[in-house]
């Protein structure tokens, strides 16, 4: 089936230590987009890709970083995690400009800090 | 930017129905978007709406009210497996669709 893959499902690192995480598609869609979710918070978009073209938002702390190699795969880069960095990262993807397209969300990646 | 307010939690019993409610204040609109999200799961999309009126798709019915800036999920006969968190999210209308979602109401089901 067509779908969104993350991995791993879940990570531990140390303070300090770097650590990347995986989406895959195969839906072939050209926006992917990366959320942070904290217990009990919505979804916090950190950034997008529509096609190659990367957009940031604003709040993004720069310790986070991301890579689209080619059209299934997004990496999230997190180069120093601190404490506060603990969370849901979950990976989508949808169609750009089609309204009625909803998101597809991945099952996420659960990140621990030691 | 957006606001999207919608209650923190809800109870409702087994069989019964229940209705989250969803406001929004946007400055563009193209679209709302309903999703389910158990603990420790990512969201699964429930339902959209983007014209007024009442969308229905079997026990999850959804509507939107666009010059309110107001939606709601109605969720009829409910189940346990019911009991999750419900996400409201507002489709920018931006060259390229940006989502912003609520905080989720939890809905607990009880027996």
């Known amino acids: 089936d067509a779908m969104v893959i993350q991995n791993p499902r879940y990570q531990v690192t140390q303070f300090g230590k770097p650590v990347t995480l995986s989406c895959s598609q195969t839906?072939?869609?050209?926006?992917m987009y990366w959320y942070q979710q904290k217990s009990s918070q919505a979804p916090k978009l950190l950034f997008h890709?529509?096609?190659?073209?990367?957009?940031n938002e604003a709040d993004t702390p720069d310790n986070f970083q991301s890579r689209r190699p080619n059209t299934s795969f997004c990496f999230l880069d997190i180069r120093s995690p601190g404490l506060g960095d603990a969370a849901m990262y979950l990976c989508?993807?949808?169609?750009?400009?089609?309204?009625?397209?909803?998101?597809?969300f991945g099952d996420g990646t659960r990140l621990s800090i030691l | 930017g957006q606001n999207i307010d919608q209650p923190t939690e809800m109870t409702a019993t087994e069989g019964a129905i229940v209705q989250i409610n969803c406001t929004y204040q946007?400055?563009?609109?193209?679209?709302l978007f309903w999703y389910q999200q158990h603990a420790g799961e990512a969201p699964t999309f429930l339902s959209y709406?983007?014209?007024?009126g009442l969308e229905e798709k079997g026990r999850f019915s959804s509507f939107l009210s666009r010059s309110k800036g107001y939606s709601y999920l109605l969720l009829k006969e409910l189940q346990m497996k019911d009991s999750a968190s419900y996400l409201c999210?507002?489709?920018?209308?931006?060259?390229?669709?940006?989502?912003?979602f609520g905080a989720g109401t939890q809905v607990v089901v009880t027996p």
């Open positions: 989508a993807t949808s169609r750009g400009q089609s309204s009625n397209q909803p998101q597809h």
């Open positions: 839906l072939n869609h050209n926006v």
């Open positions: 890709y529509y096609d190659k073209d990367f957009n």
């Open positions: 946007t400055s563009g609109f193209n679209g």
């Open positions: 709406n983007v014209l007024d």
């Open positions: 999210a507002v489709r920018e209308a931006d060259s390229w669709g940006k989502f912003q």
